[in-house]
């Protein structure tokens, strides 16, 4: 069974940082793990990639100011957000999927609320 569990979500001013976990449980080795994100009123997007080799892949609007890694030893995904902008405020998904399917098709945690002010 597969189990996603995020933390580290909180609020934070404009140009700050943040970083948030995920336990990540359960899914099969080969399967891409990433970050979305989905803000009000709009579709949840992947912002963040990790294959299982370690290939990482972001979203234009975060590229350079976010970084996705993780730790095996810990089944632990991170999403290290810097430079935070208020565009960035949103709930936050963990997603275990088959790489190069849509995140829909795989698992997804509960998500971790983001507020960045200004």
């Known amino acids: 069974q597969v189990h996603l569990v995020e933390s580290g979500g909180g609020s934070v001013q404009a140009g700050g940082s943040l970083r948030l976990s995920c336990v990540a449980s359960?899914?099969?080795?080969?399967?891409?793990l990433g970050w979305l994100r989905q803000t009000p009123g709009k579709e949840r997007v992947g912002v963040a990639r990790?294959?299982?080799?370690?290939?990482?892949a972001y979203d234009d609007s975060v590229k350079g100011r976010f970084i996705i890694s993780r730790d095996k030893a810990k089944n632990t995904l991170y999403l290290h957000m810097n430079n935070l902008k208020l565009e960035d405020t949103g709930m936050y998904y963990c997603?275990?999927?088959?790489?190069?399917?849509?995140?829909?098709?795989?698992?997804r945690g509960q998500g971790t609320q983001v507020t960045v002010s200004s």
């Open positions: 997603a275990a999927a088959v790489c190069n399917r849509g995140w829909e098709s795989g698992y």
């Open positions: 359960g899914y099969p080795s080969t399967y891409c």
């Open positions: 990790i294959d299982s080799d370690g290939e990482t």
